[in-house]
């Protein structure tokens, strides 16, 4: 489609070139919305959101091209000739109105909202129950949501495309090594409240991409698991659990197997094994085994940490880093998990959304013992202790180290 509007432009301008030198009609005056469609077509390659920029040259454009056929058809002078010519042209007409309607009426039926049930509940919250004045640091994805649906201000949104603060929202708040370098952002822009979800956490490895310097200091790992068979009862009380990732992770650390080190980026975690014992009507993790690959060798080795909430089991000696989250279901059964790299773990989104570890962040939604262990949408008001300050940095809207903006704007090493 985009190879075949291009070669239709280019001979768009070599027809009116040669009839521009054959009759000497100005066809050239055509130039303008012939540029203006040129432009935004390879503006919008790709990219459904522009269209609405390419639809006004195309319809100058096809509107023009149609009035120069009919007019060209009637003044052919053999009779026959001239009827096929505008008979040919209104065919066309009417098969691109029929293929526009069909187009619009395919895009109708298959509309979905765009906001998850959670997130309309919580949109619903925030709007019925923060105060007029409050401040939502969100991710900027839901920005302009919070705006119209919740009535709420946000630091960062679709309407108010701020690069820089992007940056800084991904590296201080989502990927934020400790509660006091959150507090200073949050502080910058009078933030009131925070709400993150799953899809965020899930979507951590590219917000830690954004949020990192030239050097990619805050990229991580995370990855969803998700098991094919549930629980497989051991006897008695116990159970096992195989989980396994969309594809083999990469570790973002050393490992040590046997007393030797391996290096970041040289090993993979395959599937995972957690057994569970079952305590009155809730489950708990006893302990769990990676599969890890390096090279051509195979391992077996514990996880570091297993949480599932609100047990923390840990594991020492050599063992895979980072945590393992088990996430249950409304039925309470564990399905699915989320393998975190120990930079991941200790980023402040994982904090809030997975550990309840924050101790100038109150969760106000939802409200304690409401909903599921891990609940998909959760908002927390912001208690700034009495000396917290910010850089005047966080305030400017354009990056100050040009290297860093190259970065960004290129991709990170």
Same mark, same amino acid.
């Given at each position: ?13 070599l027809v009116a070139s040669f009839r521009r030198r054959r009759t000497g009609e100005d066809v050239m005056a055509l130039l303008l919305p012939l540029c203006w469609f040129s432009v935004t077509l390879m503006t919008a390659r790709g990219a459904q959101r ?37 008979? +040919? #042209?209104? @065919?066309?007409? !009417?098969?691109?109105?029929? &293929?526009?309607?069909?187009? %619009?009426?395919?895009? /109708?039926? $298959? ?21 007029e004045d409050a401040v939502v640091a969100a991710w900027w994805h839901y920005g302009s949501m919070i705006n119209v649906l919740a009535h709420k201000s946000t630091v960062v949104d679709e309407d108010h495309f701020i690069p820089y603060w992007i940056h ?32 965020? +956490? #899930?979507? @951590?490895?590219? !917000?830690?991409?954004?949020? &990192?310097?030239?050097?990619? %200091?805050?990229?991580? /790992?995370? $990855? ?95 063992? !895979? ?93």
């Amino acid at each position: 489609m985009y190879a075949s509007s291009i070669a239709l432009i280019a001979g768009y301008g070599l027809v009116a070139s040669f009839r521009r030198r054959r009759t000497g009609e100005d066809v050239m005056a055509l130039l303008l919305p012939l540029c203006w469609f040129s432009v935004t077509l390879m503006t919008a390659r790709g990219a459904q959101r522009y269209h609405f920029f390419l639809a006004p040259p195309s319809l100058i454009f096809m509107g023009i091209a149609l009035f120069e056929g009919f007019r060209g058809a009637r003044r052919l002078p053999i009779f026959p000739l001239k009827a096929s010519a505008l008979t +040919l #042209l209104a @065919l066309v007409s !009417i098969l691109l109105i029929l &293929s526009c309607l069909r187009t %619009d009426s395919r895009l /109708i039926r $298959s509309s979905r909202p765009l906001l998850s049930p959670p997130w309309r509940d919580a949109m619903e919250w925030m709007r019925d129950n923060l105060p007029e004045d409050a401040v939502v640091a969100a991710w900027w994805h839901y920005g302009s949501m919070i705006n119209v649906l919740a009535h709420k201000s946000t630091v960062v949104d679709e309407d108010h495309f701020i690069p820089y603060w992007i940056h800084l929202i991904s590296r201080h708040l989502f990927c934020a090594k400790s509660e006091r370098e959150a507090l200073e952002l949050l502080k910058a822009h009078n933030v009131t409240h925070v709400a993150i979800s799953l899809s965020e +956490l #899930l979507s @951590l490895p590219m !917000i830690s991409w954004l949020g &990192s310097d030239e050097e990619g %200091d805050r990229q991580t /790992i995370l $990855s969803p698991l998700i098991s094919p068979d549930g629980l497989i009862p051991l006897g008695g009380d116990e159970f096992i659990l195989n989980l396994r990732p969309p594809s083999w992770i990469r570790g973002d650390e050393p490992i040590r197997v046997n007393g030797r080190e391996i290096p970041k980026g040289e090993w993979f975690l395959g599937d995972v094994y957690v057994r569970l014992k079952r305590r009155g009507e809730r489950l708990e993790p006893i302990r769990g085994t990676g599969v890890v690959r390096s090279g051509n060798s195979v391992y077996k080795l514990p996880i570091r940490e297993i949480y599932l909430p609100p047990v923390r089991v840990r594991s020492e000696g050599e063992a !895979i880093p980072g945590c393992l989250v088990l996430l249950p279901d409304g039925d309470k059964k564990v399905r699915r998990g989320i393998y975190l790299s120990g930079k991941a773990a200790g980023y402040l989104t994982a904090k809030l959304l997975l550990f309840q570890d924050a101790r100038h962040f109150r969760r106000v939604y939802p409200p304690s013992g409401e909903g599921s262990l891990v609940p998909e949408v959760q908002i927390w008001r912001v208690v700034y202790p009495g000396d917290i300050s910010y850089p005047e940095a966080y305030l400017e809207r354009e990056f100050p180290d040009p290297e860093l903006f190259r970065a960004w704007s290129r991709g990170k090493p």
